[in-house]
């Protein structure tokens, strides 16, 4: 459930309660893909020391590799991966129509290739709700056909109805799976999602007809692929009147510290991105004063934090100059401190933007860092 506890323009403020505890709003997902954060961060440091409120796994990656049904026999995600707070899975659909190999879109789903192995696969809206059931996660995304930008407004229009005769057919299975006396998650959400390019009246549209299912939340998927940063803002604003005022909005894939702080702006709940780890894992990390790459020369010698302003346990322990040796010396412990900086830095944003919408001073936070934040040093 979902509550709205006040407003700044159309910026957002809020909880959203879950079986497995609440999250405040707006809240940065950190994506794990395999049940795992890429950089040795286990679920203890995520909850422990880098105030992480929600975590993403992936559908696709789990149901290849130790397989759902490994998972289930084990309890599923939350006790696999020692992790009591929400996750979210993505269904797969991304991953399906970006990796796997000589895919074929079928009105009954999709089949094939992993990229492992080379083994045909076949996943439609039922079978992304059984993976996703078996993993039992809080929240299960809605199977789509995420398609990729720019596209034609025919594929885009065509896609955009198939998305939705998948959403109506997960709804209803999602539906069968929680009334099974076996379920592990009875009380497993699912998020539909809007597609439709960047053609405004396809986003509308799909938009509206999503709606009328009555989800327990909504995201705005297929952006941040490629288009300009414009273009995304551009389609976040025209969707956001049609997004149902009580329930979670879920941008897929976005983004920079800007990203977020532009689309909190325009009424966004939720973000998830690889960013803050693959970023950190290359030396690129994220402070309050702008973007430092570590790899440069500069920080030989430099003894002192990240960033002098951040208490993330990386900062109060070591140098720029030790991550930088590690970082040169390809020490996986220099991956695993960028990492847990980076992704404190993200939960921490989230937590000033929260302050501030508290406070009635988001416009003005918006002012100071939205700009800063995107500048490197």
């Given at each position: ?288 004063e702008g973007i430092r790459n570590l790899n440069n020369a500069k920080y030989i010698r430099d003894d002192k934090p990240i960033d002098e302003t951040c208490d993330c346990p990386t900062c109060k322990n070591h140098s720029r100059a030790y991550v930088h040796h590690l970082l040169k010396a390809n020490e996986m412990l220099g991956m695993r401190l960028a990492v847990m900086h980076n992704l404190h830095f993200y939960n921490t944003l989230m937590e000033k933007i929260r302050d501030a919408l508290d406070n009635g001073t988001f416009e003005e936070f918006r002012s100071k860092y939205s700009e800063l934040l995107r500048t490197r040093i």
């Amino acid at each position: 459930m979902y509550t709205l506890l006040k407003t700044e323009g159309k910026a957002r403020r809020g909880t959203f309660t879950t079986v497995h505890g609440t999250v405040q709003t707006p809240a940065f997902m950190n994506v794990g893909t395999s049940a795992a954060i890429k950089g040795g961060i286990s679920s203890i440091d995520l909850k422990n020391e880098l105030h992480c409120q929600v975590e993403l796994c992936n559908t696709y990656h789990l149901h290849l590799r130790p397989g759902d049904d490994v998972i289930r026999d084990l309890g599923g995600l939350h006790k696999f991966m020692n992790w009591d707070k929400p996750i979210l899975t993505d269904s797969g659909g991304f991953q399906v129509f970006s990796l796997a190999g000589l895919r074929k879109i079928k009105e009954e789903g999709v089949y094939f290739q992993s990229h492992i192995d080379g083994k045909r696969i076949f996943m439609g809206p039922e079978e992304s709700m059984r993976i996703q059931s078996n993993l039992a996660s809080t929240i299960a995304m809605a199977f789509d056909e995420c398609i990729a930008n720019p596209a034609k407004r025919d594929y885009a229009e065509q896609s955009c109805a198939r998305t939705v005769r998948w959403l109506k057919r997960c709804k209803a299975e999602m539906e069968r799976l929680n009334s099974l006396s076996d379920t592990i998650n009875p009380h497993q959400m699912l998020f539909g999602i809007n597609q439709g390019c960047v053609f405004e009246d396809l986003r509308i549209n799909h938009m509206k007809e999503i709606a009328e299912l009555d989800l327990d939340g909504y995201a705005i998927g297929g952006l941040a692929v490629g288009e300009p940063t414009e273009d995304m803002y551009r389609i976040i604003s025209v969707v956001e009147p049609f997004m149902p005022q009580n329930k979670p909005r879920y941008l897929m894939g976005v983004g920079t510290p800007s990203n977020i702080i532009e689309a909190v702006a325009r009424g966004v709940d939720l973000f998830d991105c690889v960013m803050p780890s693959r970023n950190a894992r290359h030396g690129h990390l994220f402070t309050w004063e702008g973007i430092r790459n570590l790899n440069n020369a500069k920080y030989i010698r430099d003894d002192k934090p990240i960033d002098e302003t951040c208490d993330c346990p990386t900062c109060k322990n070591h140098s720029r100059a030790y991550v930088h040796h590690l970082l040169k010396a390809n020490e996986m412990l220099g991956m695993r401190l960028a990492v847990m900086h980076n992704l404190h830095f993200y939960n921490t944003l989230m937590e000033k933007i929260r302050d501030a919408l508290d406070n009635g001073t988001f416009e003005e936070f918006r002012s100071k860092y939205s700009e800063l934040l995107r500048t490197r040093i």
